[in-house]
């Protein structure tokens, strides 16, 4: 009998321990009480006024009992689905790692031409089908901002713009609360109804504030939006250490903290037990170029250490990965797409987007959102580690091969080969006469044929036609609006 044994259930990683924890999430609380956050909007103010909040004209200071009440009252588990079926797809709780697309970059690189162009609503769909298409891509961001169309109105084509064209959980952005409202009615009418968007929920808004500690009109308003709906929402600080927090990391950390967790309260003082998303992009300002830099290893390092703080609150995470500084899918590229998504896979944050951005999120390319699919296989294939038990111990099948012999005929390699070893869609582990036979294409070339393969070929699961007119109504009258 074994006792005082440790189990290891996969490679993980652990940037923070839990008494850094305990700090950071002091810290974070005594930011909120003591510096206090900017909330432009009157009506957030006053809700955080009545919650129990100081308010000092538009600065709020936040007491350390109303974070712990929101951290009691917010959901440990947010789950989405797929918005054909309803079947719930995602469960994001503990270190269940998803992966996504971002939103809005202002180029992308036609896959046809290899040119650089502005993001348009072809090119969304054309993104959106090629999400829908890859088997490691578990929800879809647009991946383009919708450039030929009125600017006010862009996120109503945006997401119409996706909805058609995949099946898969959505993370929107709005322009605005009235962008927001439009589209939380389009996903009403695609779900069946308010009740039942909000029993299966297929898409959550992203939001974000303002570093340092800053909230936005819109960005309050649609927090309080999504409370009053109890719809799922993202609330994710995009800090720069060195420009818009603290150099050091743990002050960086400490502060985008505080910005996601009072995002959170007034959520939360909104609606008790709405679901919400904690996260970040958090990253360093390089001193050289004033870049956001999408490559550093501080990048990684603080997503992973954010990851902790998840795990330690028990809130769902939305992550980043799968991106790159290089402006071509190049060496470097693949470099630190692989580094960012085996360190987001290992360290267990729920909802990853940015998957595809090249030049530092200026620009998407699916032929390096194709690459990290695979990349994606190969991350879970580490963290989800070795099964020891008696059977894939194997001590039967050694015993009956004996010494000289080989498994490839035993029965026992037959039950257990596929699900033990991954096999990849672009790395190639053929022997060189036939990489030579196959016309000697890179990696890059055999991304883009399987990305044209699928633009030509997959075929979305198609919404009712009474559905898409009922979406493209919501457009127009939308449209109507602008030109009153």
């Known amino acids: 009998m074994r006792s005082n044994h440790k189990i290891q259930n996969g490679a993980h990683l652990q940037v923070l321990s839990e008494d850094q924890c305990r700090r950071m999430i002091a810290a974070a609380m005594e930011i909120l009480e003591r510096t206090g956050v900017y909330y432009q909007d009157q009506e957030s103010v006053e809700i955080m006024k009545k919650a129990g909040c100081h308010v000092d004209g538009s600065r709020v200071r936040i007491p350390m ?22 079947r719930r797809v995602m469960e994001l709780e503990g270190t269940n790692a998803y992966f996504g697309s971002g939103s809005d970059t202002p180029f992308f690189i036609d896959p046809y031409s290899g040119e650089r162009i502005p993001t348009s609503k072809k090119t969304v769909e054309m993104a959106s089908t090629v999400l829908d298409g890859l088997p490691n891509i578990d929800f879809i961001m647009s991946l383009g901002i919708v450039q030929d169309v009125p600017q006010p109105i862009y996120d109503r084509h945006q997401f119409e713009a996706m909805v058609l064209n995949t099946s898969k959980p ?9 962008g927001y409202g439009d589209i939380i009615q389009m996903c009403e009418i695609v779900a069946g109804g308010e009740e039942e968007l909000r029993r299966n929920p297929f898409m959550t808004l992203y939001a974000e504030p303002i570093s340092p500690l800053q909230h936005a009109e819109d960005a309050a308003q649609k927090l309080v939006l999504a409370g009053r709906k109890r719809l799922p929402v993202v609330y994710t600080p995009c800090i720069m250490a060195g420009g818009t927090v603290p150099a050091t990391l743990a002050g960086a950390v400490a502060t985008g903290l505080a910005e996601s967790i009072s995002g959170l309260v007034l959520n939360q003082a909104t609606s008790e037990g709405s679901p919400f998303i904690m996260g970040g992009v958090f990253t360093v300002m390089d001193m050289k170029t004033t870049v956001f830099s999408y490559g550093a290893p501080e990048f990684h390092l603080m997503q992973a250490a954010l990851a902790d703080m998840s795990n330690y609150l028990d809130i769902p995470m939305f992550g980043t990965c799968g991106c790159t500084d290089s402006k071509v899918v190049d060496e470097q590229a693949a470099i630190e797409g692989a580094l960012s998504i085996l360190t987001t896979t290992m360290s267990g944050a729920n909802l990853n987007h940015d998957v595809g951005y090249i030049e530092h999120g200026n620009t998407a390319s699916l032929e390096y959102l194709s690459i990290c699919d695979d990349l994606i296989g190969f991350a879970r294939r580490i963290t989800r580690g070795i099964e020891v038990d008696d059977d894939t111990l194997g001590l039967d099948a050694v015993d009956r091969v004996g010494p000289g ?51 030509e070929n997959h075929k979305p699961d198609p919404l009712p036609g009474v559905v898409v007119k009922k979406l493209r109504e919501i457009v127009e009258n939308a449209e109507k609006k602008l030109k009153r």
């Not at 689905?81 to 309803?86: A, E, F, I, L, Q």
């Open 405 to 455: 012999g080989h498994f490839l005929g035993d029965e026992h390699t037959l039950r257990h080969f596929k699900e033990e070893t991954w096999y990849p869609q672009l790395f190639l582990r053929q022997i060189y006469e036939k990489w030579q036979e196959d016309g000697e294409k890179t990696l890059f070339q055999r991304s883009n044929d399987r990305v044209q393969d699928i633009l």
């Open 65 to 86: 009992w109303l974070v712990e009440k929101a951290l009691k009252t917010v959901p440990r588990k947010v789950t989405l689905s797929n918005s054909r079926t309803g």
């Open 170 to 178: 959505i993370v929107i952005t709005a322009i605005d609360a009235e």
